[in-house]
């Protein structure tokens, strides 16, 4: 080999080095399952949902209008829709959607109750993003015991 070609040969080193390390990293890339997908912002959607809980709630015997509001928390980003149901999942009563830092219109049963304890009632509680969509979200709920009085 001529001290041309030897030259040039040493040359050509690095380049052909940095080309196999730039395959080497496009490689991993692509098995790792290329770029992470971009989160959310923070005001598209609640990272957490504030779920009030109650061990019961008393009601008015008798009576279809309770003067008792349920509220969705000041920290919640987003839409309530609760949901009052008896042991055995017959609706008592549902609310409009509740905004954050709001409570609901006072309740109004589809039916009046006999006095006596309630237990295995539910508050479900639907939850809805605070966009034009009201896109929904995850739920909760939660048992509790009706006191009517």
Known sequence: MTKGKR???????????????????????????GAPEPSAPAEDGP??????GYE?????????????????????????QISLYLADDTLL???????PGKTSAPITLSRPLDPGAYPGATLRYACFRLDREKTPLNGAETKLTL???
């Open 93 to 99: 009563w549902q609310s409009d959607l509740i905004k």
């Open 56 to 80: 019961g709630l008393t009601l008015q015997a008798g009576a279809k209008k309770q003067s008792l509001r349920l509220p969705n928390p000041a920290e919640n980003h987003c839409y309530f």
């Open 7 to 33: 030259a040039a040969a040493r040359r050509r080193w690095p380049m052909i080095l940095l080309l196999a390390a730039l395959a080497l990293l496009v490689a991993l890339f692509f098995l790792r399952g």
């Open 47 to 52: 990272a957490q949902i504030a779920i009030p």
């Open 147 to 149: 006191w009517v009085q």
